[in-house]
């Protein structure tokens, strides 16, 4: 009995361990993308293109205008999964994340890769007019 105890206050520990270990800071995701890349699937689909992706701490983004322009969108967001790997010969990490977007009540799945936000259709703002469509994180 006293061996089951034992090996259970061990398990108890090492599942402890990992869990603790597995929280990765999001902060690298933060801040403003730009659009770089968009491939068009379906020209006839006429849509404001916002240029500016901005996330922020709080779980919400926004899309916004290079001009300024009026009619900002804004949303929230959250980490579906996420991963971090040290760079080779660099101190920084490298974030890997699958985050989903909602934008009026429409859910939008993005994958970010470092400092890249990937999106591919369906899953855009823009109503199925991109294939495939990047966001790149500015150095402001």
């Known amino acids: ?26 902060s690298p995701i933060y801040g403003e993308y730009e659009i770089d890349k968009r491939v068009v699937r379906d020209t ?40 971090s790997k040290k760079s080779i010969g660099s101190e920084n990490y490298e974030i890997n994340a699958k985050i989903q977007f909602t934008l009026q009540s429409k859910t939008i799945l993005g994958e970010i890769r470092d400092n890249i936000i990937y999106f591919e259709f369906p899953n855009d703002f823009y109503s199925g007019r991109f294939d495939k469509l990047l966001y790149v994180k500015r150095n402001d």
């Open 1 to 26: 009995m006293r061996i089951k105890n034992l090996l259970f206050l061990f398990v108890l520990q090492f599942v402890f361990a990992i869990t603790s270990c597995t929280n990765i800071d999001e």
């Open 44 to 83: 006839s689909i006429v849509v404001d293109v916002y240029e500016i992706l901005s996330i922020k701490r709080d779980k919400t983004f926004e899309l916004k205008h290079y001009s300024g322009k009026e009619g900002n969108l804004l949303g929230s967001w959250k980490i579906q999964e996420i991963s």
